[in-house]
C-alpha cells in the first residue's frame, strides 16, 4: 500500500509540475503570444470537428459552462466520458485566459463584461474590435465558412499565435 | 491494495483500446444477433444505401452521412465548421475502425445527428462493411 501511495504521489507531481509548465509557468510575464499549451485528450477530442481552440483565448467561466453542455455544442452532441470530460475541463480552467499572463489573453478577459459568459471568442468585444474591417461575405467563404475558423486566416492558430505575420486570408 | 487495482483498472478503461475492423465486425455481429434472432450477416450494399440515404431532420435540414462524409467515402469530407475530416475508407485511410472507442464514440454522435437515435448493430456492421469493401 505504502509503495502505491509514493508511486501515486510522485505522478500527481509529475503531472502538476508539466502543467504548470505547459502553461508558461511564472515566465511569460506580458508576452505578446500566447504560450505552447500540451494536453493528449483536449488534442484529441477538441479537434475532430474543428480547428484547435487554446485555452487563453477564453476565462474559466466561459470553457466551465461549455465543458458542462457539451451534449448541446452549437447544435452538435460533443458528448465525451466523464473521466475525459473532467481531465480537459481542468486542463482548460488551468490554461484560461483568466489564469494566463500574455497581452492578448489579458485584452481578451478584460473585454467580457464580468456579468456574461461567452462560449464563443468569435463574439467578445476584442474579437470584434480586431476583425471590424472584415466584412460578413469574407467570413462566408467557402475556404473559410465562418469568423469561428480562425485557422482558415491565422496560419498559426491552434498555436494562440495571432500575429500579423501569420495572416493570410483565403480566397 | 483493493483500492490500487482500482485506480489500475481506471487507469486502463481511460486508454484507447485498438481493435482491428474484423474484430469490430465479430463484435457487432454478437450484438445484431442479441437484436434480432433473426439476423443473417452483414451486408456492404445495405451499407451504401444507409450511407447514401438522406433524411429530414427535425430541425428542417435534409442530411445524410454523406453530408459530412461526402457522396464518395474515399474522398476527404468536412464538417459543419469547415474542417477537413480524413477518408472513411480503409483503403485510403488505414487508421479508420483501429480504435474502438472512436469508432462507437463517433457512431453514437452521428446516428444522433443524422437519424436522431442510435444505430443499431445491423446499421453499424452493413456500414463497417461498406467502408472494408471499397477498394
Redesign the interface.
Known sequence: MKKWLQFLVVMTSITATSALLASGGFSDNGARQMPAVANAKWKAECSGCHMLYHPGLLPERSWHKMMAGLDKHFGENASLDQATRDEIAKFLALNSADKQDNRRSNRINQSIPAATTPLRISETRYFTSKHDEIAASTFKRKSIGSAANCAACHQAAEKGDFSESQIKIPR | ?R??FL?MA?LLS?QAYAATPSALLKQYELQAKQENAAFAGFSAAKGERFFHAERLHS?GKKVSCATCHTADPRNPGK?????VIDAMAVNVNPQRLSDEAKVEKWF??NC??VLERHCTAQEKGDFISYLLSIK
Open positions: 491494495m483500492s490500487a485506480i481506471l481511460s430541425d464538417t459543419r465548421a469547415s474542417k453514437g454522435r444522433k445527428d
